[in-house]
């Protein structure tokens, strides 16, 4: 039988451990299954190619059934000009491979409550919402520039713009996700000042109209931030354009107790998908061992559901993930007294010796 081709993108600071930390769990849970390309992405093919995203990376991740992406940039790149930063190759390789559809469930894992920080009756209700963000549209894709005023004054602009395919597609992802939950979608917008949510909305609505057990909510991405925060338990599914959803994600990341334990899975139309943690690189722990691997293990399970529908090897690499919090073991990131520190490389082993 020939192997699945699955592109693998370690990229920099903390993304290699956590891609390490991923290929073996997947080779255990599901041995000679898998060809893994490795491919350069990010500050790593700036220094090797010239460039965030070489051609021919590119080409292996068009090639592959699935993507999985550990992280990229760092303080190194800081300076480059915005064609040529690691997170242009991140945007690249999000749009070359059409997954416009950006899947971050944000769930609190029993064992891990204390790390909540809201207050515990808020905590107690329960957390269990997913959050479908437009990943391939908006503001991080349209024209960005910067320009003299007639006064000679340093001015910039960038264009969030939405058309009403980007708009339909994406919320039919979300309505569909919530037929099989319990059919909640808000839709997050800034619709009292934006003519692009405005669309927005009016798409949303219109799609809704497809799915009548589902019932649709809008909030103002303002209120939806506080709303998170004071009555989690009432969120389902969101949906909401690129920008909003970067910022929301990391708030829901928070309210779970750490972004290092967030996956998500990037689709298109068919199968084929990116998968990435939340997190970002993470210079400042990079190469120390520290790195929490969680967030990029249920990347590794999330495809498995997703692009190969293999749910039962899914399953296990999560439950393997729950018995490891409950016997108390955290890295830094999820550390609360009372339960015992371990390093990254630990915590990859732990998991693995549970599957
Ligand atoms: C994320 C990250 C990226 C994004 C950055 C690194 C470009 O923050 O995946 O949320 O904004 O999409
Ligand atoms: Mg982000």
């Given at each position: 039988m020939s192997k699945k081709n699955v592109a693998v993108i370690p990229g920099d600071g903390i993304g290699p451990e956590v891609i390490g930390a991923t290929l073996k769990v997947l080779e255990k849970v599901a041995p000679n299954t898998f060809e893994f390309h490795e491919v350069a992405m990010g500050g790593n093919a700036i220094d090797k190619y010239g460039e965030p995203l070489p051609a021919e990376s590119l080409k292996i991740c068009q090639n592959a059934e699935a993507t999985l992406l550990g992280a990229v940039g760092g303080p190194k790149w800081d300076n480059q000009p915005p064609e040529k930063r690691p997170e242009r190759g991140l945007l690249g390789v999000r749009s070359g491979l059409e997954v416009f559809a950006n899947i971050r469930p944000a769930k609190i894992f029993a064992p891990l409550a204390s790390a909540c920080p809201l207050r515990k009756d808020i905590a107690e209700k329960g957390i269990d919402f997913i959050i479908v963000r437009e990943l391939t549209g908006g503001i991080y894709f349209g024209k960005h520039e910067a320009f003299k005023t007639p006064e000679g004054e340093r001015a910039a602009r960038d264009v969030m713009e939405y058309s009403e395919h980007e708009i339909r597609r994406i919320a039919h992802v979300a309505f569909k996700m919530a037929m099989g939950r319990r059919k909640i979608v808000t839709s997050i917008d800034k619709a009292n000042i934006l003519t692009s949510s405005r669309l927005w909305r009016e798409i949303v609505e219109e799609v809704a109209k497809e799915y009548p057990e589902v019932k649709l909510n809008h909030l103002y991405v303002d209120n939806a931030s506080m709303q998170l925060i004071r009555v989690p338990s009432e969120f389902d599914v969101i949906v909401t354009e690129n920008t909003f959803g970067d910022i929301l994600s990391d708030e829901a990341s928070q309210i779970i107790g750490s972004i290092g334990?967030?996956?998500?899975?990037?689709?298109?139309?068919?199968?084929?998908?990116?998968?990435?943690?939340?997190?970002?690189?993470?210079?400042?722990?990079?190469?120390?061992?520290?790195?929490?691997?969680?967030?990029?293990?249920?990347?590794?399970?999330?495809?498995?559901?997703?692009?190969?529908?293999?749910?039962?090897?899914?399953?296990?690499?999560?439950?393997?993930?729950d018995e490891v919090l409950k016997a108390g073991l955290r890295t830094p990131d999820i550390y609360t007294e009372g339960t015992k520190l371990i390093t990254g490389s630990q915590m990859r082993d732990e998991i693995i010796s549970r599957l």
């Open positions: 334990m967030i996956p998500s899975a990037s689709l298109g139309e068919g199968n084929r998908g990116l998968y990435e943690p939340i997190h970002g690189s993470a210079p400042d722990i990079a190469g120390q061992n520290k790195a929490n691997p969680i967030g990029t293990i249920l990347c590794g399970a999330m495809m498995l559901r997703y692009s190969f529908n293999m749910n039962a090897e899914a399953d296990k690499i999560e439950n393997a993930v």
